[in-house]
């Protein structure tokens, strides 16, 4: 569940990795370790399955054919389990995820057994959650189960329910005295882990999903995040405590966190869990599954601040990959494509909200791509953006045999062509190229490569270089022979090349190097090292001539250098190039390197 109020239901948003860290002057490999802390499953890889929400959350006609969410049912998961050992175990998919309202009727009431523990609804689950991971199992498959954070408010039973193997603990001794709620929906008492039994409960919880014998597990509505920030809902000791539980039932299961989580608590979800949702729901609660606009294209901006978070133990999560029927996924071919590219080279887990039962033929060679796949599940980190969040996009990771994964990507609502520079890439020279979608050799490329692109379309490659490194000048924006206007203003920056940087960039605050010297004219891709907590515009010019507004995604905090190249038209011999933040904020500057030659 998610965006949208898995209590109050009418919306949700309860579900929640991104690209490569740049070095000045070339694509360099710097993924993250995950925290070497004990955490519930290894997670090397990101995971691959079906989840039931998109279907659940879903108007399309016949979906939900008793009311709202009334998809979720035993007969309706074992469908999906079946479709899914057929068609997609071969290619890695393995998980089954039942989503929110398991222990739901169809009013939407919840039920708990006499421990305050969630129980399964009869109707929907008649034989049991135990016997659905049972028959889950029996195919190969590994099954996975949902939880809101906190202690549902049902559950309290007036404070007088008792903890599970917890002598004299009740559900009064485990949640603060004033009942303050938490969670993305407050449909939960936030929970006291300064309390001895507070630890026991979610001890109980654990115990039951293990012996049920569930491999996985989405807690969500976790804060900060979910819509939701300040002390009562920060869910840091319940995640905490999750994770101790869950290790002391003796069970790998793997523990994803949801939805929208902060990135000031990265570090957190890193330590105690195996992924985390970094946006809001896919879905569009709508008579579809999704929509481009609703909000698949949100990740384009949300995904690369997370970027060098992700790696083997906990990956960022970009929610469910509706592309596989058709239609019913509200979505073009050419975005289907895109929504399927992002989700690989970001690596993201790629779970499914489909019906499995039903896929068409071009849905069914997205999913099962082997050298789509691959990206998603190798060795390299996650792809990052290379150039502005501009409507024209190229997106890039270096791998580990020194090839790079390339991907174009068109977000404009009409037809673009959109090129990739292999001097943004940190090489020059002549390059071969792989389609990866089409399976095809397209030969080798002079400098660059070039393709036009429908609205919302876009291609994946590898490029394997043939050139040479290349070499740049570096500029940096605190040096004194540059000229700073308005409010900008050098500040000191430990993660800068420097460290320090310009900032204060805000209503007509300019940065102006001066003396950038080449000695040819022409079109030059410059590096900009950037921090920026958030995404913002800035106008780049040479001389005297016309500039360019480009937007410059957030790094996700201020202490976090991210690099894009821009291309500034340059006459031969000293230039200047300034960065005017115009009416609005600009991102701080750390440096730019100017190549030696022109695209």
């Keep these: 569940m998610r965006s949208s109020s898995y209590s109050a239901m009418p919306g949700r948003a309860l579900r929640a990795t991104v690209v490569l860290a740049l070095a000045v002057g070339a694509v360099t490999l710097a993924p993250t370790a995950h925290a070497a802390t004990a955490a519930p499953a290894p997670a090397a890889k990101p995971y691959m399955g079906w989840s039931s929400w998109s279907m659940q959350s879903s108007k399309y006609p016949g979906l939900n054919p008793d009311g709202d969410y009334s998809y979720l049912t035993e007969a309706n998961v074992d469908k999906q389990t079946d479709a899914l050992a057929a068609k997609l175990k071969k290619y890695g998919y393995e998980y089954v995820n039942i989503d929110a309202g398991w222990w739901m009727d169809r009013n939407w009431k919840s039920q708990f057994d006499q421990y305050g523990r969630q129980k399964a609804d009869p109707v929907r689950f008649p034989s049991g959650m135990k016997a659905v991971a049972d028959r889950i199992h029996a195919k190969g498959l590994k099954a996975g189960i949902y939880l809101p ?17 917890a002598d004299g603990c009740t559900t009064a001794d485990i949640v603060y005295s004033d009942l303050r709620t ?23 919880q654990a115990r039951m999903i293990a012996d049920w014998g569930y491999d996985f597990l989405k807690l969500d509505g976790v804060g900060p995040g979910s819509g939701k920030s300040g002390d009562q809902y920060d869910n840091v000791a319940d995640v905490a405590a999750w994770n ?14 949801s939805w929208s ?32 606009e609703n909000s698949v294209d949100d990740r384009w901006d949300d995904a690369p601040a997370w970027t060098g978070e992700a790696g083997p133990g906990g990956w960022n999560d970009l929610d469910s990959l509706d592309v596989g029927n058709g239609d019913m996924d509200g979505l073009t071919k050419a975005e289907r494509q895109s929504y399927a590219t992002l989700w690989a080279i970001a690596r993201s887990p790629l779970f499914t909200g489909d019906d499995i039962t039903k896929l068409d ?35 890039a990771a270096k791998n580990p045999d020194g090839t790079y994964t390339v991907a174009l990507f068109n977000l404009a609502d009409r037809p673009a062509s959109v090129t990739a520079d292999w001097t943004a890439l940190g090489f020059t020279g002549k390059a071969s190229v792989r389609d990866l979608w089409n399976h095809e050799d397209l030969g080798g490329f002079q400098s660059k ?60 605050g300019k940065l102006t190097f001066n003396d950038v010297v080449v000695a040819k004219a022409g079109t030059y891709l410059v590096k900009v090292a950037y921090i920026s907590g958030d995404a913002r515009s800035a106008t780049v010019s040479a001389g005297s001539g016309a500039g360019t ?42 440096r730019i390197d100017v190549p030696k030659s022109p695209r």
Excluded: M
Excluded at 182 to 204: E, L
């Design 549 to 590: 507004s480009h937007k410059f995604a957030s790094t996700g905090d201020w202490g976090t250098v991210s690099t894009v190249s821009v291309p500034v038209t340059l006459k031969a011999g000293a230039n200047t190039i300034t960065f005017d933040s115009g009416s609005w904020y600009a991102p701080d500057i750390d």
């Design 361 to 395: 033929s071009y849905g069914l060679s997205l999913l099962t791509n082997k050298e789509v796949i691959a990206i998603d599940q190798g060795d390299a980190p996650p792809a990052r953006p290379i150039t502005p969040s501009d409507p024209q996009q190229v997106w």
């Design 261 to 292: 989580l902060d990135f000031g608590h990265a570090a957190d979800w890193k330590k105690y869990s195996n992924g985390w949702r970094i946006d809001t729901d896919v879905e569009c609660y709508c008579n579809t599954l999704v929509s481009w």
């Design 449 to 508: 490569i070039t393709e036009a692109l429908p609205a919302h379309g876009s291609r994946l490659f590898t490029v394997t270089p043939k050139g040479s490194a290349l070499t740049s000048t570096g500029y940096e924006a605190e040096a004194s022979g540059n000229t700073l206007s308005g409010n900008a203003s050098v500040g000191g920056c430990d993660a800068c090349s420097g460290r320090k940087k310009v900032g204060n960039l805000y209503l007509g």
């Design 149 to 165: 954070a906190g202690l549902e408010k049902g559950a309290y039973g007036d404070g007088k329910t008792p903890i599970w193997n």
């Design 182 to 204: 938490t969670n993305g929906w407050d449909s939960a008492y936030k929970i006291d882990f300064s309390r001895p039994c507070a630890q026991k409960y979610i001890d109980s």
């Design 244 to 257: 101790k539980a869950i290790a002391a039932t003796g069970r790998s299961v793997h523990l994803e966190l």
